[in-house]
């Protein structure tokens, strides 16, 4: 039973990308170098398209957490990442505009260490717990990676949302504990692109060994909860046996250790506590008790019941929806040229400055970001981008256009094309018009298309992209694309 | 009530340079060889021209802004020139301020010239250039064949037809232009093609592939225009006169309003009907003996027969095979190669077709000349993306008929 009072997760959603690496893949290009790697070679992880970073999948994230709920009740808004494409510029605030959330949220970015989401998280409920909220609370990490480490073949890309607060919520806060120590396992310095890490063996003895188990100890003195109680036990580490190591000494039965998602997804840097969390919740019965432990200079503890809420959840993605729209990719030198780790010849095409004019993008914000089309209040004609004057040619009325949202709105392909003159970093670079369900149309570009999913009638959906990066000046701009919602409306000839 | 250009204006000369890759010559060297050809054609002396028009699209990758290059270039006597600029159509929208300030009475004889020198970007194809600040914000990526080669997917699915027989029209399009552009010296590709040729070649933007698309080369072609007294006081006979000159530009419909299907021009179908009533043709594939369209792309070429009301709506392929526009057919369609061997320097495209319009009806077009000399040519101009563009088109003809 919830109570109108009860604090704790009222909603969850989760992004993983579509494309898995296979190991297998990075193992055999590299065991040259380092044999030792074929033994990390099982399954695949998850890497981000050309056009993705943390905050492209925090956004998608969010938009599978706030399926199916009113987002003019958000009040704040708290993005969790140690990867964020920008070092001063409110990441959470491309993500507040890309969401078309009201300017009044406020909006925080959460950073440095692995367990920035998980203190974030605890924050949040202290929040809800003193009448603020609800909170939006999203982890999303995409690391970057030295070709050949251990990290490559651990780590995966992906992003999960909690929207935090008082209500009906499908898991309750309990409690929870925190120990800071500064145990550096590894570290990245300002400036340096990649993690330096220590050795496996002094991180698990320790580091996990030790810290894990003094915080679930103050856990356990804080609430009637015993850990035999249980029912899920929810801690990231790419180590073996550790996590089941950890609940067997605390006492928690084997069973209750879930699968840190390695063989299909990877390690999800500061995304994967809430990561695991979705995937939990997506499992858990009603009053089934669920321990979630992010760790990172100390760790966090959380403690939340199921309630028998979660069936009344709007459908969602989440982990296991986005887990199944999965694309294999056996190519190791088309990732390591998505990551920029290999110099690949791109051709003269792709020579083109790519400045952003900032006051223009401002300007154009609830366009660009929030692909914000107009209304004709006239004749009610749809239309994108939103203009002075109605397109309809039996109207063309001046001033009518009011703000009408077009990210969540299916569309069917028109025309499309494969192009292989236009630059892309992922040749043949799919485009075409995409005509959307209640009006408007847009000629744009695609994204997780290929010639298997793209046809005239196909169903896409709209997706948050990184249009072009700014090499010369490190500016990342976002826009719309389409992608792929289903299967190919006709046989392809 | 407007009653159109019909036989207010005469052309006095023409000129057009080899088209190609032209490395050893800059913009003004073929500004000039067209011209040289053009001014002795009209017989008349370069000061007694009164105004000028210079057509150029990619300017930036040439001879820079405005109207002072062409001046420059044949150090015209401080006359107006006035540069222009309008996608692909750039070329006749050049003619068209030639031909209507002759036909206003502001000048006597007036010149139209188009350049354009696209070779010197160090790769194939057309130049990468800006759309806008924020067009280039959510435009897609997109390039001249991707966006063209969309047409093929919704004309298939409009008039349900077989990837296969769209694609081998597409095929006889283009082996049909190198028919005609190896009986041209000025051509920039003279070589004849094959079938296997144009099916077999890379794909560049599904489902157009390499020999579906026009080359891109450097070029220049102009016109010297008059009035029909003018021209016969020089001692001109069968004149050749402008029939109708009409431009049809998007306004956003296609673009953004769920009204068009993706499969025409709609701007075509719109000019092209203004065309033909500014001319007085009532049923054009009966009356039109000549037509140079805008073959950028095979695919465009055969939407665009359909557009001109040449071929009936869904058509297209079947006159295409029949070989209804071959130099032979009825109504031969790029008789002089097309864009597909003359390549496409924008700004000279437009003139480098009505060119050869006046060179035909003149029974000047050499190994290429059609028997019966054509009374009444089309050409066409289409710039921009299928989306959204600018439309021109012309009819010349002979001055009276």
């Keep these: 039973m919830t109570e109108k009072n009860d604090v704790g997760i009222l909603a969850f959603g989760a992004y993983l990308p579509r494309l898995r690496l296979s190991r297998k893949a990075v193992a055999e290009a590299n065991a040259w170098f380092n044999p030792g790697l074929k033994g990390l070679a099982k399954g695949e992880r998850t890497i981000c398209n050309w056009d993705e970073d943390s905050v492209t999948m925090a956004v998608e994230a969010a938009r599978d957490c706030l399926t199916g709920y009113d987002r003019g009740k958000l009040a704040s808004v708290a993005f969790a990442s140690t990867t964020l494409p920008f070092e001063d510029r409110l990441n959470a605030g491309i993500i507040v505009e890309a969401l078309n959330l009201k300017p009044n949220v406020n909006a925080q970015d959460l950073t440095a260490s ?76 300002e400036g340096f692109e990649f993690d330096y890490t220590w050795e496996e063996r002094w991180i698990r003895d320790e580091g996990y060994n030790k810290i894990v188990p003094a915080a679930l100890a103050d856990l356990f003195k804080s609430t009637d909860v015993k850990p035999a109680d249980i029912a899920h036990f929810a801690m990231p580490c790419v180590l073996a046996r550790v996590a089941a190591g950890i609940a067997k000494k605390a006492g928690m039965p084997d069973a209750v250790v879930r699968d840190n998602l390695h063989t299909v997804c990877g390690e999800t840097g500061a995304a994967h506590p809430l990561v695991m969390l979705v995937d939990a919740l997506e499992k858990a019965k009603p009053g089934d008790k669920i321990l979630v ?26 982990v296991k929806g986005h887990l199944a729209r999965r694309k294999e990719e056996t190519n190791y030198n088309k990732y390591l040229s998505f990551n920029d780790l290999v110099s690949i010849e791109r051709g003269m095409r792709a020579d083109v400055d790519k400045a952003t004019p900032l006051s223009s993008l401002y300007r154009n914000r609830r366009m660009l970001t929030g692909f914000i089309g107009g209304e004709c209040k006239k004749c009610g004609t749809l239309q994108f981008p939103k203009s002075n004057v109605c397109v309809n040619p039996n109207c063309n009325a001046f001033h009518t256009q009011e703000d009408h949202p077009f990210a969540d709105t299916p569309a069917k392909v028109q025309s499309y094309t494969a192009d292989r003159l236009t630059y892309s970093p992922d040749p043949p670079h799919y485009y075409g018009m995409v005509v959307f369900e209640q009006g408007g149309r847009t000629m744009i570009d695609f994204t997780d298309a290929d010639g298997e999913t793209v046809d005239v009638a196909a169903p896409m959906r709209m997706m948050f992209r990184i249009k072009e990066y700014d090499s010369n000046r490190g500016f990342t701009r976002y826009y719309w694309k389409a992608a792929p919602a289903g299967k190919p409306a006709q046989a392809k000839a | 009530m407007a009653t159109g250009i019909r036989d207010k204006v005469a052309i006095l000369g023409m000129g057009c340079s080899k088209f190609g890759e032209r490395w050893d010559k800059e913009a003004d060297d073929l500004m000039v060889e067209a011209f040289e050809e053009a001014i002795a054609d009209a017989g008349i002396e370069k000061n007694q021209i009164e105004a000028a028009w ?78 806008g600040a924020l067009n280039s914000m959510y435009w897609p990526n997109m390039s001249a064949p991707g966006s063209f080669a969309q047409l093929a997917a919704a004309y298939r699915a409009k008039h349900n037809k077989k990837p296969e027989d769209l694609k081998r029209a597409m095929a006889h399009i283009s082996v049909k232009s190198h028919d005609n552009g190896n009986k041209n010296a000025k051509a920039h590709l003279t070589n004849k093609i094959t079938m296997e040729n144009v ?15 026009c080359g891109v080369s450097d070029g220049s072609a102009c016109a010297i225009v008059t009035t029909p007294e003018i021209a016969r006081s020089l001692g001109k006979t069968d004149i050749i006169s402008v029939k109708a000159l009409q431009l049809s530009v998007s306004n956003g419909t296609e673009a953004q309003h769920n009204s068009w299907d993706g499969s025409y021009f709609a701007t075509t179908r719109i000019a092209s009907k203004r065309a033909y009533k500014e001319a007085g043709i009532s049923n054009p594939r009966e009356e039109i003996d000549l037509i140079e369209v805008h073959d950028c792309f095979s695919v465009t070429e055969l939407v665009t027969m359909e557009d001109l009301y040449v071929s009936p709506e869904g058509g297209a392929i079947k006159d295409v095979l029949d070989g209804f526009y071959d130099a032979e057919g009825k109504i031969p369609c790029q008789i002089d190669g097309g864009l597909k061997c003359f390549g496409h320097p924008i700004g000279a495209s437009g003139m480098r077709m009505i060119y050869e319009l006046y060179l035909q009806m003149q029974g000047k ?10 009374r009444y040519g089309l050409t066409h101009n289409l710039g921009g993306f299928p989306h959204q563009n600018v439309c021109s088109i012309s009819v010349i003809g002979k001055y009276g008929a």
Excluded: W
Excluded at chain 2, 97 to 119: F, N, P, R, W
């Design chain 2, 365 to 374: 077009a050499g190994p290429r000349q059609r028997k019966e000399l054509p």
């Design chain 2, 54 to 131: 210079l057509a150029t699209a990619i300017e930036e990758q040439h001879v820079g802004k405005s109207g002072v290059p062409l001046a420059v270039a044949l150090r015209l006597p401080y006359i107006p020139v006035t540069r222009v600029e309008n996608y692909c159509a750039s070329g006749t929208e050049a003619f068209r301020g030639a031909v209507y300030a002759v036909a206003s009475g502001a000048a006597d004889i007036a010149l139209a010239l188009g350049v354009e020198k696209l070779k010197d970007t160090g790769y194939g194809g057309l130049p990468q250039r800006g759309r």
């Design chain 1, 114 to 189: 692995q367990r920035a989401a998980t203190s974030g998280l605890i924050t949040a409920l202290q929040m809800a717990r003193g009448g603020a909220g609800p909170v939006l609370m999203i982890g999303s990490e995409k690391r970057r990676t030295r070709t050949a480490s251990p990290l490559e073949l651990q780590t995966g890309d992906g992003a999960a949302a909690l929207l935090v607060g008082a209500g009906p919520v499908v898991a309750k806060f309990i409690a929870s504990a925190s120990r800071t120590v500064d145990f550096v396992d590894h570290f990245r310095g």
């Design chain 1, 293 to 318: 432990v992010g760790f990172g200079q100390g760790c966090d503890v959380l403690l939340f019941e199921a309630t028998d809420n979660l069936a009344k959840l709007t459908p969602r993605l989440g």
């Design chain 2, 199 to 213: 099916l077999q070649s890379p794909m560049i933007a599904e489902p157009l592939g390499l020999f579906d698309c």
